[in-house]
């Protein structure tokens, strides 16, 4: 997992495939006032999300095969839970249509809490359990983009 402001984000550009269109496509929906749903760029999509955070207890850990998150919060904040494979077990089957796989705590499990404030951003690799939209106290509103990287190493042309 990584964690850092998005400005510093374009560092990690050899480890993060077609983050440059990721980043394009961001600035476009920026100009546009962030229109909530699902965008396309080239090598990959994002979603702009407005919610409520919601407290941990209803969420569940998830991981992704295909695809890395790369979650970019803009206004309001949440808590994101992260907890590495080997401490966490396959609670759904891995749904390959949305690249999905839901997990519960092993009994050693000790997951970490990230608080995420506006212009923070943390990206989360396929071997990275992570719970994200979380209220830890209050629960708030949020807008976010999470963007949708692929996980091969495939280079923009």
């Known amino acids: 997992m990584i964690i850092c402001e998005f ?10 495939a077609h983050l440059d269109s990721a980043l394009a496509c961001v600035e476009a929906l920026r100009a ?17 999300q407005r919610g409520r955070t919601r407290p941990v207890a209803e969420g569940r850990f998830e991981a992704h095969r295909d695809y890395i998150d790369v979650q ?5 904040g949440e ?15 891995y749904d390959r249509e949305n690249d999905i796989v839901f997990l519960a705590e092993k009994p050693d499990c000790r997951p970490s809490t990230l608080a995420v404030m506006p212009g923070m951003c ?3 690799f396929p071997e990275d359990g992570h719970m994200p939209c979380r209220a830890v106290g209050e629960e708030q509103d949020y807008l976010k983009i ?9 280079k923009e042309g």
């Open 32 to 48: 546009e006032g962030f229109p909530a749903g699902r965008h396309a760029y080239a090598g990959g999509f994002l979603f702009v």
């Open 7 to 16: 400005t510093e984000l374009g560092k990690y550009r050899p480890q993060l």
């Open 122 to 124: 943390y990206v989360a």
């Open 79 to 93: 808590h994101a839970l992260y907890a590495p494979l080997s401490a966490l077990t396959e609670a759904t089957d």
């Open 146 to 154: 999470v963007m949708k990287l692929p996980a091969g190493q495939e």
């Open 72 to 76: 970019y919060m803009i206004e309001g």
